[in-house]
């Protein structure tokens, strides 16, 4: 009713869907039970989904699979699929055989999913107590169970009423009591009245006499019409999805609807009152500011790395264009003559920490300060950094020139005291040449 659909069209798919199941059944050779469990799946289903959103046909193969399933009768879903296809061909018409297809994969597909669909819906609780042996039963209680003819009517009543709501509505007891009471009123079979029968197994006279109008009336309806039925649904389908495209402000296309808004307008549109509460609008200020502040210690961090690994490269820089403070002295070597220290020809007797040339110092020298000069331009220093540097180049540009006066004084000194220690050496030897030279005389 919420979709539209009348409540004679609902009644009239309601039956024809359950009674496909039951056609289908019997062609799948199936139990009573399972076709009763899958009529009363379908009306389980089609209480809480529309007719209109879902198709019958679909949703009645789906239920048949399922309830041969839950009877431990399972049949293939290719097979449910055949029926379904001889069922709607008709009983006079030539049936063809299914072919295998694309739509033939689909309506598979949309089985599985539909039988999916139902046990979603109804909670995996597809558990149903049928009234069959209850009926039984309770006529063994009235002493009737060997009239053959009123077991057999109240059966074929209760399989009649699958196909209304009743199975939905009331409970499988009060179900039963109806079906023997409509039995015995149509045998004319008397029943004890003082009190009545029914009550003893709690049901109530309006109860029963609702599911009888609901059972007779079958019987009094015309047989519905599958093709009919279809095409009140398509329509209805149609007009809803046109008001659901006009309430969205589109066409039936799909392209906006320029009279329904009042014009088109590329601006954009206020916000609803749920926007502009003051809760969404705090979280929106509380998420910006945090953005905000994760991108400023981001850019913190890199430019505090940038600063650290300038400073660590011009120390690095600085270090190597320092000369060495200990001063070393040229020595001698077996020849007599002085020798410099030399990287490319070393010598186990020379220093290992010998000062470079004076030369070399100042290409040392204006490497690192070209280097310095390139780094400081790739990462742009401050001027107080710039004038720190300056200082120190010229700091340690005395201290080089210093540092080279000092090893000139002493190279002098060096060169003093070996001159006085072979003066020295060589007035020892005419010493002892001439003592050796007055012994031999004196011998």
């Known amino acids: ?25 019997i062609l799948l050779h199936l139990p009573q039970v399972a076709m009763a469990t899958g009529q009363v799946l379908f009306q389980r289903l089609f209480y809480s989904k529309s007719f209109i959103k879902h198709s019958f046909e679909i949703v009645a193969m789906a239920c048949v699979n399922l ?3 839950i009877e431990e009768s399972p049949r293939r879903v290719r097979d449910v699929i055949n029926v379904f296809h001889h069922l709607k061909q008709g009983k006079g018409k030539k049936s063809t055989p299914l072919v295998l297809d694309q739509n033939y994969i689909n309506t598979k597909n949309q089985v599985i999913k539909a039988e999916r669909r139902v046990l979603k819906e109804l909670g995996f609780c597809v558990h149903v107590k049928h009234p069959h042996k209850i009926i039984v039963m309770y006529l063994q209680v009235l002493e009737c169970e060997k009239n053959q003819m009123l077991v057999q009517t109240a059966w074929n009543y209760m399989n009649d009423a699958l196909r209304t709501n009743v199975f939905v509505r009331f409970e499988p007891e009060t179900i039963a009591c109806a079906c023997i009471y409509l039995a015995a009123r149509v045998l004319q079979i008397p029943l004890p009245s003082k009190p009545y029968w029914y009550l003893v197994f709690g049901a109530t006279r309006e109860d029963i006499k609702e599911i009888c109008i609901s059972t007779m009336k079958l019987y009094s309806r015309e047989k519905p019409n599958s093709e009919q039925l279809e095409k009140q649904v398509e329509k209805r389908r149609v007009v809803l999805e046109e008001a659901r495209l006009k309430a969205k402000g589109q066409n039936p296309n799909g392209t906006p609807a320029l009279a329904a808004i009042g014009g088109f307008s590329p601006a954009s549109k206020p916000c609803t009152n749920s926007a502009a509460h003051p809760c969404f609008v ?27 690994n300038g400073r660590n490269h011009s120390r690095s820089r600085s270090r190597s264009c320092s000369p060495s403070r200990s001063p070393h002295r040229h020595r001698r070597s077996h020849s007599g003559t002085y020798s410099s220290h030399s990287s490319h020809s070393p010598s186990p007797r020379q220093h290992k920490g010998r000062r470079a040339s004076p030369i070399t110092q100042l290409r040392t020298e204006r490497d690192g300060q070209s280097e310095s000069s390139r780094h400081s331009n790739k990462s742009r220093p401050s001027r107080s950094r710039s004038r720190s540097n300056s200082r120190k180049q010229t700091r340690d540009r005395d201290y080089v020139k210093h540092k080279h006066d000092r090893g ?11 001159r006085s220690h072979d003066r020295g050496r060589s007035k020892h030897q005419s010493r002892s040449h001439s003592g050796h030279s007055h012994s031999r005389h004196r011998r």
């Open 408 to 418: 000139h004084h002493w190279d002098h000194r060096e060169r003093d005291h070996d």
């Open 67 to 69: 309830a041969s399933k």
């Open 1 to 25: 009713m919420l979709d539209g659909l009348d409540r004679e069209t609902e009644t009239d798919l309601r039956i024809l869907g359950c009674e496909l199941i039951q056609a289908a059944g």
């Open 282 to 308: 705090l979280l929106y200020y509380i998420d910006y500011f945090f953005v905000c502040f994760i991108l400023y210690s981001s850019m913190k961090n890199e430019e505090s790395k940038v600063f650290q």
